[in-house]
């Protein structure tokens, strides 16, 4: 079975300018979350979405915002990009939105703004 | 602020040994507990999840949990040189809100 995919596995982008990551979650599963991991450091939540509907948002300026599809996939969309946006942004799924659901991780996306 | 705490390590550990790994956190009211691998320049795995007081043993590895303490660990036993890697410890702190670590570095020498 197919893990969770991220699309693209690298990007570089100039101040200013606006990214969109896309996800794909393990087949089955409703939620998909969002985090950011800058080097040195865990990953910090950004998003959460079940059945569509946000569930949880992070610690991040309104700049940061994402959705659902009906077929489970999500898209993060970062404007205005600073430099400290660089880091890898990872896509989690699990099956349920529940405390004893797991997530799994994709590959990341490392974004690198200059 | 709701924190989770990881010495950074590294721990340095021979081959064939037992890893202990720790890691405490401040919110009481977390359910749930999870450690992820993540080898350098790759995405964190999932190797290990608790939801109650105890042990919980899954092949070489072994998570304890400690809620009154608010203390979280994993044993990892006959420790490899693949073994080497960055352990997050990471808790849930409500609709999988996950709260991590900053990681702990593991070095299996041969």
């Known amino acids: 079975d197919a893990g969770v995919t991220q699309s693209p596995t690298h990007l570089i982008k100039t101040r200013g300018q606006q990214v969109t990551l896309r996800c794909s979650p393990i087949?089955?599963?409703?939620?998909v979350s969002w985090y950011q991991q800058v080097l040195g450091q865990g990953p910090q939540f950004i998003f959460q979405?079940?059945?569509?509907?946000?569930?949880g948002r992070g610690n991040f300026p309104d700049r940061f915002s994402a959705r659902q599809f009906p077929n489970y996939s999500s898209e993060l969309n970062v404007n205005a990009l600073l430099l400290g946006d660089s880091a890898l942004y990872l896509c989690?799924?699990?099956?349920?939105?529940?405390?004893?659901?797991?997530?799994?991780f994709g590959n990341g996306t490392r974004l690198t703004v200059t | 602020q709701k924190e989770v705490e990881q010495n950074s390590g590294p721990l340095s550990v021979p081959e064939g040994a037992i890893a202990s790994l720790n890691c405490t956190y401040s919110?009481?009211?977390?359910?749930?507990f999870f450690w992820y691998r993540q080898y350098s320049g790759k995405s964190p795995e999932l190797i290990m999840s608790?939801?109650?007081?105890g042990d919980k043993e899954d092949g070489r590895f072994t998570a304890q949990l400690n809620k009154a303490s608010q203390y979280v660990s994993l044993l990892i036993r006959d420790s490899q040189p693949s073994d080497s890697a960055t352990y997050l410890c990471?808790?849930?702190?409500?609709?999988?809100?996950?709260?991590f670590g900053t990681g702990t570095r593991l070095l299996v020498s041969p």
């Open positions: 990471a808790v849930d702190t409500g609709f999988q809100k996950l709260v």
């Open positions: 087949s089955g599963h409703k939620s």
């Open positions: 608790i939801y109650s007081n």
């Open positions: 979405y079940y059945e569509k509907e946000e569930r």
């Open positions: 989690a799924s699990s099956s349920e939105s529940s405390y004893n659901s797991p997530l799994h």
């Open positions: 919110d009481r009211g977390s359910q749930s």
